[in-house]
């Protein structure tokens, strides 16, 4: 077994314990009824209601209904945020008259804005849309300016020796060696994403998983929200898992340098 293999083994062993150490503990808690189930139900009872929450149809419906959201708001998002993001990373003229802007925006939290998205949009998807755009799209603006910035120079001074203009110097070499950049910033705010449906979702929404929480809350139903909670760690994961998958396969040499960068810093 390669070196390689022993460690994502060995990372894979870790995941597992870690998850299984929090279910012992749960089960400790709630079988034994330190905890009453009012507080924290058994991992049995949450089972059993997302099992009925699945068979009902609604379980599936509430989250198809989050997913779309998310990826609307996020494309939206990735639409604005990208050739923002890249102007604030080759130009500091845009970035002294838009920098300022999007930093005021970003420590607003976005629930903040829920009252105005519905008077602007009404309590359709549009206004969840919207809560999603204003969450994602500060942030994912500054990520991709980062790694704009983080673009190599010797790779900037090639292309200009080879007769590239700044037009040409921004989509054939900064834009190319940004994109695994991007694409880590993507995954992250795409994470981000869960956290904003869900506070959009349970003011003035008919379906989605942060509907359903607020809806079981309100009948006093812990387990269906126990249910919801893990329906959505293991969405957020999938997405997780997706976009590491196709990191390593769009951009395989940044993997390696990757790789290399960790190996060193680990054996130091």
């Known amino acids: ?13 870790l995941a597992i314990s870690g998850l ?18 009012f507080f924290l139900p058994t991992p049995t009872s ?4 997302a099992v009925s929450l699945f068979v009902s149809g609604g379980l599936i419906a509430d989250a198809s209904a989050s997913v779309s959201r998310i990826l609307l708001g996020f494309l939206v998002s990735l639409a604005i945020s990208l050739p923002i993001g890249i102007l604030l990373g080759v130009s500091r003229m845009f970035e002294a008259f838009v920098k300022p802007v999007i930093a005021f925006v970003r420590y607003i939290p ?7 998205a519905i008077i602007w949009f009404g309590i359709g998807d ?16 500054l990520l991709i300016a980062d790694a704009a910035i983080n673009t190599p120079l010797e790779l900037i001074d090639a292309g200009r020796a080879l007769g590239a203009n700044r037009i040409n110097t ?12 991007i694409w880590d910033a993507c995954r992250l705010m795409i994470g981000a994403g869960w956290t904003f449906v869900i506070i959009a979702e349970i003011v003035g929404a008919s379906s989605g998983l942060g509907h359903l929480m607020i809806e079981s809350q309100r009948f006093l139903r812990t387990a269906n929200i126990f249910a919801a909670i893990i329906i959505i760690g293991f969405l957020g994961l999938i997405t997780d898992y ?17 790789a290399g960068i960790e190996t060193h810093y680990k054996s130091v």
């Open 1 to 13: 077994m390669t070196l390689q293999r022993h460690n994502k083994l060995y990372k894979s062993m």
């Open 20 to 37: 299984v150490s929090v279910l012992l503990a749960w089960s400790l808690v709630t079988y034994t009824g330190f905890i009453k189930p």
């Open 46 to 49: 949450v089972v059993s209601a």
């Open 110 to 116: 976005p629930s903040a804005f829920i009252p105005l």
């Open 126 to 141: 549009s206004q969840k849309i919207a809560i999603l755009v204003i969450g994602i799209a500060p942030y994912l603006a």
């Open 170 to 181: 921004i989509f054939k070499v900064i834009l190319p060696s940004s994109l695994p950049g």
């Open 242 to 258: 997706f976009f590491e998958i196709t990191y390593k396969l769009l951009f395989p040499w940044s993997e390696k340098t990757h």
